[in-house]
């Protein structure tokens, strides 16, 4: 049952850890034989990217966003302009194409804490961010999701993206790739 929901603008440590540990709580539920097990153990930590998002919120390359109901942090999302070129902070070797997105928002990380899945927190959140992105100027946007997740590709066209054919190549350890898939969205 919710309480009140609110949405808050990640800005202090205690945000940035709220939203690490729902992104790593949401990678061990959905992404288990898709990524390498060991990826997963030893890097994916529920303090894994608190560096990331601070770096983010100091330098404003993109924001975060929680939607708490009552105090508890439910699901989160990093949104801003779309990444081009190299993303070693996602994996090394990961260059991000795209010249023809220049100037497209980006729904960068969307998770919501495995715990309340199910519970419309995550159409909430997303209705947020893309009215965000159309209030900063976007007039389009798209998110990458990885190809075997078909419930998040589910949740994205329930929003009204679509898989615009293209996709980028994720090298992981152990000369493994995965393959996410760029989903678009006129706003």
């Not at 959905?30 to 153990?41: C, E, I, M, S, T």
């Not at 615009?164 to 790739?177: K, Q, S, V, Y």
Request: glycine residues 10%; aromatic residues 12%; hydrophobic residues 35%.
């Amino acid at each position: 049952m919710c309480k009140a929901l609110s949405f808050v603008d990640a800005c202090t440590e205690e945000h940035f850890a709220a939203m690490s540990r729902i992104h790593a709580r949401g990678w061990h539920a959905a992404y288990p034989g898709h990524v390498p097990d060991d990826y997963l153990r030893d890097v994916i930590t529920e303090d894994h990217w608190i560096p990331f998002f601070r770096e983010d919120y100091a330098t404003g390359r993109c924001r975060g966003l929680l939607l708490c109901d009552g105090d508890t942090p439910v699901c989160c999302c990093t949104y801003g302009p779309v990444r081009l070129g190299p993303s070693p902070r996602q994996s090394e070797g990961l260059v991000i194409h795209g010249e023809a997105y220049r100037g497209w928002g980006e729904i960068i990380s969307f998770y919501t804490a495995p715990a309340c899945t199910g519970r419309g927190y995550g159409s909430v959140l997303m209705e947020e961010a893309l009215r965000r992105l159309r209030a900063d100027g976007y007039l389009n946007c798209y998110v990458f999701v990885l190809r075997e997740n078909e419930g998040a590709r589910r949740f994205y066209a329930r929003h009204g993206f679509a898989w615009d054919g293209t996709e980028e190549h994720i090298p992981f350890p152990h000369d493994m790739t995965c393959v996410d898939l760029r989903y678009t969205k006129q706003l």
